[in-house]
Nanobody, 124 residues
Framework: QVQLVESGGGLVQAGGSLRLSCAAS????????MGWFRQAPGQEREFVAT????????YYADSVKGRFTISRDNDKNTVALQMDSLKPEDTAVYYC?????????????????WGQGTQVTISS
């Protein structure tokens, strides 16, 4: 089990950038696949991006492909989501999650540990 704490959310104008960070506790962080999900008001939680334990494989939702980049630093127990060319429809609470697997995962129910979320608001 890992404890996850997100940071970096905020309010930016459309076209701008934000960098989210997720700090993980626990010595086994490097064995987890990590993911980012988001949830807008009145909508289901949706997959955004995932990265395998060594950063060797990543996968993105079509809606963010080419604009968002997921990365991790296993020495610092962190995973980041660089978000560029932001759009109003990117507005949501963003969650960091950990899955005990060596492969990419896109379903929320495949992730056992979750952070508390950080709000991202994009103004038009």
């Amino acid at each position: 089990q890992v404890q996850l704490v997100e940071s970096g959310g905020g309010l930016v104008q459309a076209g701008g950038s934000l960098r989210l960070s997720c700090a993980a506790s626990g010595r086994s962080f490097r064995t987890y696949t990590m993911g980012w999900f988001r949830q807008a008001p009145g909508q289901e939680r949706e997959f955004v991006a995932t990265i395998t334990w060594n950063g060797g494989s990543t996968y993105y939702a079509d809606s963010v492909k080419g604009r968002f980049t997921i990365s991790r630093d296993n020495d610092k127990n962190t995973v980041a989501l660089q978000m560029d060319s932001l759009k109003p429809e990117d507005t949501a609470v963003y969650y960091c999650a950990a899955a005990r697997t060596y492969f990419t995962r896109v379903r929320a129910d495949e992730y056992a540990d979750w952070g508390q979320g950080t709000q991202v608001t994009i103004s038009s």
